[in-house]
């Protein structure tokens, strides 16, 4: 597996996402979508990109018996189940992650 371009990602221009020493790590403009539509898709990437590794330390750290099935920090027994504590890794960057 490839390792990803270092973190964090910005957005320039609302279309270019860069690197952290400015190099090009993706150009959203496209006639195939309207300008909002790649600004949204620019932050987005940028938001995926920066919360990425957060993301694997929070799974990572979940205990998975048979899929879904409990977190250690906060004993959730379902994936349906939504009682995440307050400090629990895995809701903090999942909730980073989101999309506002």
């Not at 403009?29 to 938001?47: C, E, G, L, Q």
């Not at 799974?59 to 899929?67: S, T």
């Not at 409990?70 to 980073?96: F, N, Q, T």
Request: with cysteine; glycine share 8%.
């Amino acid at each position: 597996m490839s390792e990803h371009t270092p973190t964090p990602w910005e957005v320039r221009g609302g279309l270019v996402v860069t690197g952290p020493r400015g190099g090009l790590v993706a150009r959203c403009d496209s006639d195939a979508v309207p300008p909002t539509t790649a600004r949204r898709n620019a932050a987005f990437i940028v938001r995926a990109a920066n919360s990425h590794d957060a993301l694997v330390a929070a799974l990572r750290a979940v205990e998975w018996r048979g899929g879904f099935e409990s977190c250690p920090s906060c004993a959730i027994v379902r994936p349906e189940d939504s009682h995440h504590l307050p400090d629990c890794p895995l809701d903090k960057a999942l909730r980073a992650a989101e999309p506002d």
